[in-house]
């Protein structure tokens, strides 16, 4: 199972809005509407921002918001704050009945 | 409050055994599905193996044959009995309890144990 592809990095001025892609294929993002995302910060365990594709979890900020199109999903930060700059994973369940994540991203706020 | 806390970490040499815990608490450790996430250093997350709530097991390839996953439901902890150790075993080892009323996805996380296969 190959790891889903993201952009390597990604940045934005506070403020902005910025968006990462997850691209897999039609045996994980493309057939399920089980993608999710997680943030993790330097040495830190990871957290889930997004579940499901769009749903967020309690106590996630509005500002984080998800969204699929065939086989790449997205996730779209608005407002971007400091606190965001962290690393950013996605993750699908496959037709395998296992789990793939994607290759990461370093968020940079400037 | 959920809690998940992981032991069991260590030096091991290649070829060697290690077994893994996470002890849980704050939720019907029986009714979610179990799983074990790694990271090599400096690198991304790899999802390892799943325990469903019914028992039913999963493995990713680099594992399979090699890992076990259990559980014990008496004493609230997940396993990963680690054989035929490998130096691209070196990582650290989260457990995550499943979320969702699928658990399709990772809604907790431990802090992690790390393991590093050397000689």
């Known amino acids: 199972q190959s790891a889903l592809t993201q952009p390597a990095s990604v940045s934005g001025s506070p403020g902005q809005s910025i968006t990462i892609s997850c691209t897999g294929t039609?045996?994980?993002?493309?057939?399920?509407?089980?993608v999710s995302w997680y943030q993790q910060h330097p040495g830190k365990a990871p957290k889930v921002m997004i579940y499901d594709v769009t749903n967020r979890p309690s106590g996630v900020s509005n500002r984080f918001s998800g969204s699929k199109s065939g086989n790449t999903a997205s996730l779209t930060i608005s407002g971007l704050q400091a606190e965001d700059e962290a690393d950013y994973y996605c993750?699908?369940?496959?037709?395998?009945?296992?789990?793939?994540f994607g290759t990461g991203t370093k968020v940079t706020v400037l | 409050e959920v809690q998940l806390l992981e032991s069991g970490g260590g030096l091991v040499l290649p070829g060697g055994s290690l077994r893994l815990s996470c002890v849980v608490s704050?939720?019907?450790?029986?009714?979610?599905?179990m799983s074990w996430v790694r990271q090599a250093p400096g690198k991304g997350l790899e999802w390892v193996s799943t325990i469903g709530g019914g028992g039913v097991t999963f493995y990713a390839d680099s594992v399979k044959g090699r890992f076990t996953i259990s559980r014990d439901i008496s004493k609230n902890t997940l396993y990963l009995q680690m054989n035929s150790l490998r130096a691209e075993d070196t990582a650290v080892y989260y457990c995550?309890?499943?979320?969702?009323?699928?658990?399709?996805?990772?809604?907790?996380w431990g802090q992690g144990t790390l393991v590093t296969v050397s000689s």
């Open positions: 704050g939720f019907t450790f029986r009714s979610y599905a």
């Open positions: 995550a309890k499943g979320g969702g009323t699928n658990y399709r996805y990772f809604e907790y």
């Open positions: 039609s045996s994980d993002v493309g057939v399920y509407n089980y």
């Open positions: 993750s699908s369940y496959t037709s395998s009945s296992t789990y793939v």
